[in-house]
């Protein structure tokens, strides 16, 4: 098992909106950077990835999902008129990928970017670095088990 972090603006997505979706789950679309597309292709079917509102107030780490749809093309980036358009991709050339991740666990309290800074364990996550700013990247499994250990001290 491998494991990732996914970043979201809760007024985009939410984790609650995830919550709320069907069997609590979704499609992971409209990633635009080649990078970070190429993490989601990585994704295999059971990975687990820390949900991560960015774009918030606070941004924080507010749980875990698993990854249920390994990569496949992100059709929006063909649909006329979407906001993930791409007039570069087409079905016969797609460009973009996205999985398909359904909810574990909403963490009881969220874990703000400021307190992960304040944590030693985490030194070296992607996340921290300054400048960082891909919407989905690795996670150790030290830092994994990091997260899990900050939501159940809250």
Known sequence: MHYWLIKSEPTTFSIHD????????T??????NYQARNFLRAMKQGDRA????????PPAAVGIVEVVKEAYPDHFAWKEGHKYQDTKASPEKP???????KLVQIFPQETSLEQL?????????????RGSRLSVHPVSAAHFKVFER???QK
């Not at 499609?27 to 635009?32: D, I, L, S, T, Y």
């Open 18 to 25: 995830l919550a709320r979706s069907k069997n609590k789950t």
């Open 27 to 32: 499609c992971w679309e409209g990633v635009r």
């Open 117 to 129: 800074r304040g944590v030693k364990a985490l030194e070296g996550l992607e996340l921290l670095r």
């Open 150 to 152: 900050l939501a159940k």
């Open 50 to 57: 820390i949900f991560y509102h960015s774009n918030a107030k």
């Open 95 to 101: 460009i973009w990928s996205m999985v398909d991740v």
